[in-house]
């Protein structure tokens, strides 16, 4: 049941997710990815809490991957971050 409850949250997630993102104009990505990087924080945490909780090797295996692709995340945003800050620098 909890799995089942799990599964709907994640596809209600995704959905609201890919709407929010394609509705939002193109001039206005990278600024909604600086934005994002602390949602993609928080993710880490919960990534990093659910990799060492030892819930078993299936919760350890799929934890290790969210922290890997949610740090993947972080360092991408700051880096576009970081770039579009440094348009705005005088030379």
Same mark, same amino acid.
């Given at each position: 049941?909890?799995?089942?409850?799990?599964?709907?949250?994640? &596809?209600?997630?995704?959905?609201?997710?890919?709407?929010?993102?394609?509705? &939002?104009?193109p001039t206005l990505h990278t600024p909604l990815m600086s934005?994002?990087?602390?949602?993609?924080?928080?993710?880490?945490?919960?990534?990093?809490?659910?990799?060492?909780?030892?819930?078993?090797?299936? &919760?350890?295996?799929?934890?290790?991957?969210?922290?890997?692709?949610?740090?993947?995340?972080?360092?991408?945003?700051?880096? &576009?971050?970081?770039?579009?800050?440094?348009?705005?620098?005088?030379?």
């Amino acid at each position: 049941m909890e799995i089942l409850l799990l599964l709907t949250l994640f &596809v209600v997630a995704v959905f609201l997710g890919v709407e929010m993102i394609t509705k &939002v104009p193109p001039t206005l990505h990278t600024p909604l990815m600086s934005g994002s990087n602390a949602i993609s924080g928080i993710s880490l945490v919960g990534a990093l809490l659910s990799a060492g909780s030892g819930g078993g090797i299936l &919760v350890n295996v799929l934890g290790f991957i969210a922290v890997v692709l949610a740090t993947i995340n972080v360092v991408g945003g700051y880096m &576009v971050t970081n770039r579009m800050l440094a348009m705005f620098k005088r030379k």
